[in-house]
């Protein structure tokens, strides 16, 4: 039995795969570029566009757990070409696990508990309504009735997790996904941030350690009886929160810019996560002030001066 | 104002055109094909393929009413061909709507009661989880998602009908939709019906009038708190008991063939069509038994032995 990790270089997918070759799993990573720098020496990685979906289907043996962490856009990207992710990662998804459905062991989809539910008051749990403000929220939403349809027409063994807004070492903030980062990366390097509305936005930030294990707890339950399941912290924070979290390691003030709020930015998404607890034995288990250190020590090193001059030189620290 | 009907040729597409005309709109239908025999003298067609998105949005005109009948394929045929639906007609749809959602004065969805909730026990409001057993349920469904997206983004007017299963005249079953015509057909030509399952699969039939009445108040309504609503006769039949009344009508027993039941085939769906009652103030008026005898008599007149032979010989009746 392999994990194939489709979006291996991605930032949770990176994450994924040195977790499970850790563990002693044979690992397979998919990705449209190269291998990340630092993959680990017993992952293989596959450059493949999963638009080919033929070649990508062709990795998975019969009895393997495949790991679908293909995002496709972000929710402000969608919006602005809303046929792009369906006609891409939808349409390339279910051609996909068409070739794959009667043989794989399961299929762990990462789904977007920001984004499924759009604009609703109190604590969400699975059974709320879908009502996207994004184009990606939708998306994500047709995939999960996908998997469900082949579950029921072809037996296909699959967990979608609802992830939270997850953060970490690696989220290098490509098409401005992840808000943590992209503040660390300006707190480093001194430069302004742009923070949409009055910075109430509250989103349930959940590290990366936490999704994981979340995946990993997905992968190996034997009973999966609701099979969409909400991954978050339990807790919301305010982008002000971050902010101050933030200064507070770094030291010194983040430049800040208001601008008015984004249509697709929901106020608030609290995730009731109980049913992962109960179904997959998964609790989130990182403190929050920990997990935002050892981030930011992340960022710095990545994005410091010194680190930088060295690249400009060519030179190895 | 005019009224743009997408899919004008189809089924409900006729009757409704024909009744808009009847009361004095502007009707503008469009279908793929040529027009039916029998279009009003006041309705204008055009013949325009719904992919080409440019050219079917030239004909909406600021103010006016839409309303998207285009269905795709069938749950059968969607299951057979997954990605068919989506590639064309939800993408086609988003398209188009992304032209004229800021100059419509509103947009009525027919989506599909029998459809996008799957397999669930008891009455279902339109709250029920979506479930869908087929890519034709899932691709309504997302339809519904990204009208409700152009909502949040661009203030576009919309309803989406969840219309139960329609049965009527001119329900041409092509491609086995309709239960009541093909069996209607079969009994008026003495060829045999097959029966998927054991006939004790539920459904609820709404004669078109009722669709039609719908529609309109769909579109006429001053407001629309809830935007998706479940319009159906508020009855369930079995097959059975469809086969029965059939029976009754043309004197004779149907030639049955029982066979497995189909893997799409949902074992009963109950809506609850209270929600449109109180916010559209639309009920279902037909009769069944009145109903059956009208949509009869239309399929004896069509597929009658006489009117067959002159098909046959170019003559008309």
Known sequence: MAAIVL????????????????????????GRSGPPADLPPNVSWHQVDFTQTEQVADQVGSGDIVFH?????????????????????????????????????????VSSGGT????????????????PTSAY??????????????????????????VANPFGPKQLNRHQQGVIGAFMRAAVENTPVTVWGDGGIERDFIYIDDVVSAIVA?????????????????????????????????????????????????????????LAARELDWQPRCDWQAAMEQTFEWYQHEYSGQRQACRTTGKST
Chains 1, 2 share one sequence.
């Open 7 to 30: 979006g291996g270089g991605g930032f949770i997918g990176q994450h994924l795969c040195a977790s499970l070759a850790q563990a002693g799993h044979e690992v397979r990573a998919i």
């Open 69 to 109: 962490l293909i995002g496709g856009s972000t929710p402000h990207a969608s919006n602005l070409a809303p046929t792009a992710d369906i006609t891409q990662t939808v349409v390339s998804t279910i051609n996909f696990v068409a070739r794959i459905a009667s043989r794989v062991r399961r299929l762990v989809f």
């Open 116 to 131: 499924v539910y759009g604009i609703q008051p109190g604590i969400l749990a699975e059974t709320a309504p879908s009502q």
């Open 137 to 162: 929220g939708i998306n994500k939403r047709t995939v999960e009735m996908y998997l469900d349809l082949y579950r029921h027409l072809h037996g296909l063994d699959y967990c979608a997790l609802r």
């Open 218 to 274: 997905a992968a190996g339950s034997p009973n999966l009886p609701s099979r969409i399941y909400n991954i978050g912290s339990g807790r919301c924070r305010s982008i002000l929160e971050v902010i101050t979290t933030i200064e507070g390691l770094s030291g010194a003030p983040l430049r800040k810019t208001f601008t008015p709020g984004r249509i697709e930015d929901v106020p608030s998404v609290r995730l009731d996560i109980s």
